[in-house]
Nanobody, 126 residues
Framework: QVHLVESGGGLVQAGGSLRLSCAAS????????MGWFRQAPGKERDFVAA????????YYVDSVKGRFTISRDNVKNTVYLQMISLKPEDTAVYYC???????????????????WGQGTQVTVSS
């Protein structure tokens, strides 16, 4: 069992920055690929960023490339999402996600997620 707790969301003006954190419980964090997804009101939950279990590989949706950076600390059992140059269209609830233990593929699709966090709201005002 893995428990994920996100933090760091909030209200920010367009052009601003936020850093989301996701703290994971359990002993399997370092062997799981991790990801961030987001869901805007009335829309589906969409992929944002992914990182391999080692941290050596990352991938981003095109709309956030160059603005968001995913990273992880396997000692602290934490994954991060640094967001800069935020835009109003980035407004959503952001969810941390854990993939299957030992999976070598990046976590890109909601159905591949083993565990979800509770979500943290990010609101970007224009």
């Amino acid at each position: 069992q893995v428990h994920l707790v996100e933090s760091g969301g909030g209200l920010v003006q367009a052009g601003g920055s936020l850093r989301l954190s996701c703290a994971a419980s359990g002993r399997t964090f370092s062997s799981r690929p991790m990801g961030w997804f987001r869901q805007a009101p009335g829309k589906e939950r969409d992929f944002v960023a992914a990182i391999s279990w080692s941290g050596g590989s990352t991938y981003y949706v095109d709309s956030v490339k160059g603005r968001f950076t995913i990273s992880r600390d396997n000692v602290k059992n934490t994954v991060y999402l640094q967001m800069i140059s935020l835009k109003p269209e980035d407004t959503a609830v952001y969810y941390c996600a854990a993939g299957r233990v030992g999976a070598t593929d990046l976590l890109l699709l909601p159905y591949e997620v083993d565990y979800w966090g509770q979500g943290t709201q990010v609101t970007v005002s224009s």
